[in-house]
C-alpha cells in the first residue's frame, strides 16, 4: 500500500514564533522560502566581500534616498520570508523597527550567488516576480555577472539582461544614477 507522505508547511508567523522560542536562532542560517524552513548556503568570502562592497557603494550613491538593508528579512506573503542579501527600501522614520518590510517597499533585491545561483534563478526570482518585486539583481560570482531582472509578472520576470564587467548598471528606482558591475563585483 502507498502512503501519501506530506509536508508540514510554516506561516511567517509561526516562523517567527520558533526564532522567539529559540527553536530557531537569530544565527541560523535559515529562511522561510514557500513554507519551507531552508537552510542556506554558508556565506564564503568572496560572497561576503561583494556584500560589503554592495552596501558601501549603494550608501554612497543613495545616502538617504533609500534604506540599505543587509541579510535582513523581507516579508512576502504568508508563508514566504526570504533574507536576501542586499534590499533597497523606501525610506521610513522607524528604519523598519515596527515591521519587516513587504514588497511595497522594496525599491530593489540584491542576491550575491556562488553555490546558490540556480536556486537564486529558478526559486527566487520567480517568487520575487510574483510578489511583484520591480527590480532583483543576481550577482553571479563565478560568471563575473550582474543579471538585472525587471517586468514581474505571475510566471516570472519578463526582462532579464546579463551585464559583463565593463558595463553599466542603471537602477529603476533611480534613473539618475549608474554605476558600473565593477562597483558590485570588485
Known amino acids: 500500500m502507498a502512503v501519501d507522505i506530506q509536508r508540514r508547511l510554516f ?19 535559515v529562511e522561510l522560502i ?29 545616502q538617504s534616498r533609500a534604506i540599505v538593508s543587509v541579510q535582513d528579512p523581507l516579508f512576502l506573503n504568508d508563508i ?12 521610513r522614520d522607524d528604519f523598519y523597527a515596527d515591521s519587516h518590510p513587504g514588497p511595497a517597499d522594496v525599491l530593489l533585491v540584491v542576491e550575491v550567488a556562488d553555490a546558490s545561483l540556480g536556486f537564486d534563478r529558478r ?6 516576480a510574483r510578489s511583484g518585486i520591480a527590480e532583483l539583481w543576481i550577482v553571479d560570482l563565478a560568471g563575473q555577472a550582474v543579471e538585472v531582472y525587471r517586468r514581474p509578472a505571475a510566471l516570472g520576470y519578463q526582462e532579464v539582461r546579463r551585464h559583463q564587467r565593463g558595463e553599466p548598471l542603471g537602477l529603476l528606482a533611480f534613473p539618475d544614477l549608474s554605476l558600473t558591475v565593477a562597483e558590485i563585483l570588485g
Do not use: W
Open 11 to 29: 506561516t511567517c508567523a509561526e516562523y517567527e514564533t520558533m526564532l522567539a522560542a529559540g527553536i530557531l536562532l537569530e544565527d541560523d542560517r
Open 34 to 62: 514557500e513554507g519551507e524552513i531552508l537552510q542556506m548556503s554558508p556565506i564564503g568570502s568572496p560572497h561576503a566581500g561583494c556584500v560589503k562592497r554592495s552596501n558601501r557603494t549603494f550608501s554612497r550613491l543613495l
Open 80 to 91: 514566504s520570508e526570504p533574507e536576501p542579501d542586499l534590499i533597497l527600501l523606501r525610506p
Open 123 to 128: 526559486v527566487k526570482a520567480p517568487l520575487y
